[in-house]
């Protein structure tokens, strides 16, 4: 009784956003990765974007001035990875806090120097365990197969992918396997891949990765992620096993 009473409010929410199939389009129509989505799940990302959008609070930071159009763009951005998993999955993040560009951390971080910093650092997204999702805008704009340094970018899914790894056991590059998938496997086969970038990052290999990846699993887990949607056919060639498993994970193939 409940829930029915949650979907129906849902959907006068959504109907009182008077979103439209046109203005969506709009919204998503420079972002290449929606070239694979038609038909069916196409109509599935915009019904879930629009359900996004109704159960998060999109605020702004720094008293920036969003459009709607900015929501549905990030909305379907978001909504991407969890196409055939389903909305529940972000059920934990329930406010997103939108800044034009970096923001500055309220918190301390140690530099590669090994240096403590009293002061925050300027960032282009933050995951909470327990507490919001923040974004810059100006970096989902540079979102791209080839976006930084030459290599994928997309924050949105960067952030979110902290969020499903953020389900189990907190951020650790290990979200919560589905019933066919091994835990096993996936540790190995993820260890080894991290080690075998370090490796050739230390030896100043071409990295078919951001070398922000190196930071720690999280990190690798996310970078990965956002790397398996926004370009799907290098990581199939250059990292396969990682590709299989994201396959399993997040139950899609974007690589033909």
């Known amino acids: ?40 799940e196409r109509d599935t990302l915009r019904d879930m974007s629009f359900h996004f959008l109704a159960r998060k609070g999109v605020t702004p930071g720094a008293g920036f001035q969003f459009t709607e159009a900015m929501c549905l763009k990030l909305a379907t951005m978001a909504c991407v990875p969890i196409l055939h998993l389903g909305l529940d999955w972000y059920d934990h993040c329930k406010t997103i ?28 997204g933050e995951a909470w365990q327990r507490g919001p999702l923040i974004l810059s805008w100006e970096s989902i704009l540079e979102t791209g197969a080839h976006a930084r340094h030459g290599k994928a970018s997309n924050v949105v899914i960067h952030e979110f992918a902290h969020k499903l790894d953020m389900l189990r056991d907190g951020a650790n590059g290990a979200p919560p396997m589905h019933p066919d998938m091994k835990p096993g496997e996936w540790h190995d086969i993820f260890t080894a891949a991290f080690q075998r970038l370090q490796n ?7 990295l ?16 990965c992620s956002e790397t398996f949607f926004e370009d799907p056919k290098m990581m199939k060639k250059e990292m396969p096993d990682v590709y299989r498993l994201l396959c399993q994970f997040y139950r899609q193939q974007p690589a033909p």
Request: overall charge negative; cysteine-free; proline content about 3%.
């Open 97 to 124: 806090i939108l800044y034009e560009g970096d923001f500055i951390t309220n918190h301390p971080y140690q530099s590669e120097d090994g240096v403590v910093h009293a002061e925050g650092r300027g960032l282009s």
């Open 1 to 40: 009784m409940f829930k029915q009473l949650n979907n129906w409010l849902e959907k006068r929410q959504i109907k009182a956003m008077e979103f439209t199939i046109e203005q969506w389009e709009s919204a998503i129509a420079d972002w290449h990765v929606m070239n694979r989505y038609q038909g069916a």
């Open 208 to 223: 078919p990765l951001d070398e922000y990846a190196l930071t720690n699993p999280a990190e690798f887990f996310a970078v």
């Open 200 to 206: 050739d990052w230390q030896h100043h290999k071409h």
